[in-house]
């Protein structure tokens, strides 16, 4: 599996268990698929521990910690993008980019409106049918990137931030256990 789709944790000098979302910890990795279940299977069957050939420890609610620390990872990438002028926000926004097929990735909020969403989509995979749509990030959580209240519709240019989003989104994705 391509280590996108994967997280790599190590193991600390004093035994416990951390998640290096940007693989850069020093240190022999552990890699993992990037979804909770993985997660609960591999630590109720001790498979770090046997991975790490030694005992590991991890706190009760560690599968939230790296939901959170996923989260925080994707909203800095879309604020990132947001600065570079890549990514914009705003149903009218949006559609004028879709329609000039300059879109890499189509954010619906969860919570928003399902016509909207379906609406929107559909204009832009009429223009461009490969599109990537991410529908998974609730209108808090795209707000908070964009400092603006109730965002509902983002979108990103092509390019390597949209990509790079489009990882962080998808590793997010399988941490909260939703379809997208």
Not at 1 to 29: N, W
Request: aromatic residues 6%; hydrophobic residues 45%; proline residues 4%.
């Amino acid at each position: 599996m391509p280590s996108e789709g994967l997280i790599r944790f190590v193991v600390s000098p004093d035994g416990a268990l951390v998640p290096d979302l940007a693989a850069e910890l020093p240190g022999r990795g552990l890699w993992m698929t990037a979804h909770r279940d993985a997660l609960t299977k591999a630590l109720a069957g001790k498979g770090f521990s046997r991975a790490a050939r030694r005992q590991i420890t991890v706190p009760p609610d560690f599968g939230d910690q790296i939901t959170a620390l996923l989260l925080r990872r994707t909203m800095q990438l879309l604020g990132i993008a947001r600065k570079a002028g890549v990514a914009i926000c705003g149903r009218e926004k949006v559609e004028a980019q879709a329609r000039a097929g300059k879109i890499g990735v189509l954010i619906a909020a969860a919570d928003g409106s399902e016509d909207g969403k379906t609406k929107l989509l559909r204009l832009a995979k009429a223009v461009t049918p490969d599109i990537y749509y991410v529908s998974w990030l609730s209108a808090a959580e795209l707000s908070l990137a964009f400092g603006r209240e109730n965002v509902i519709h983002a979108a990103i240019a092509k390019g390597r931030l949209a990509d790079r989003f489009l990882i962080e989104a998808d590793r997010l994705l399988g941490f909260r256990g939703k379809s997208g």
